[in-house]
């Protein structure tokens, strides 16, 4: 039966994973839009490094209260969640950037259920700051489609999804 520490140090390391996830959508999103979005690129490459960040803190956390912390890598959700960024994201930034709006939302919601928890203060802290990060990412994305393409699809209950693409790249 697994003890309260076990369920904190589960939920860590699902964090991560989570994050490892997004460091890999991010990827495929970065590779695939147009250069020329030069502060669209690089926000998106400062928020792939917070995610970087976020699987070294969850580590050095669960290790300072006694955890093992299991090596990361791309798991099946992570492989769905990286190919479906992939194929958006090679229509355009527009849809790029919806890909990561749907990833954000994700993260968003663990890490806000992760902060309802029971945990140790050291974790709680942590958890709680990188749900800042979160949060400052998603309305950074949303700003960036309102901006460049009228609304975000965040804010819509039409958010595509990739059953519902149709593949057109709304103008600017």
Do not use: W
């Given at each position: 039966?697994?003890?309260g520490q076990?369920r904190?140090?589960?939920r860590l ?7 490892v ?7 495929q999103?970065?590779?695939?839009i147009?250069?020329?979005e ?8 400062r ?7 976020h ?5 050095d ?5 006694g955890?093992e912390?299991?090596e990361?890598?791309?798991?099946v959700?992570?492989a769905?969640i ?7 994201s090679k ?28 945990m ?5 802290q942590?958890?709680?700051a990188h749900y800042?990060d ?17 609304r ?10 990739l059953s519902?693409f149709s ?6």
């Open positions: 039966m697994a003890t076990d904190v140090f589960e390391i699902a964090l991560a994973q989570l994050d996830d997004a460091i890999l959508a991010y990827e999103a970065i590779k695939n147009d250069p020329d030069g502060p669209i690129v690089d926000a998106l490459v928020f792939q490094r917070d995610h970087e960040r699987v070294v803190d969850l580590r956390v669960a290790l300072a209260l955890g912390f299991p990361l890598k791309r798991d959700k992570g769905v990286e190919g479906m960024t992939a194929a958006l229509v355009g930034t527009r849809s790029a950037l919806v890909a990561m709006t749907q990833n954000e939302m994700l993260t968003n919601s663990a890490y806000k259920s992760a902060c309802e928890t029971t140790p203060e050291i974790a709680r942590l958890v709680e800042e979160e949060k400052r990412h998603i309305a950074a994305i949303s700003h960036a489609l309102r901006e460049k393409f009228g975000s699809d965040a804010e819509t209950s039409e958010a595509p999804t519902g593949g057109r790249e709304q103008s600017v």
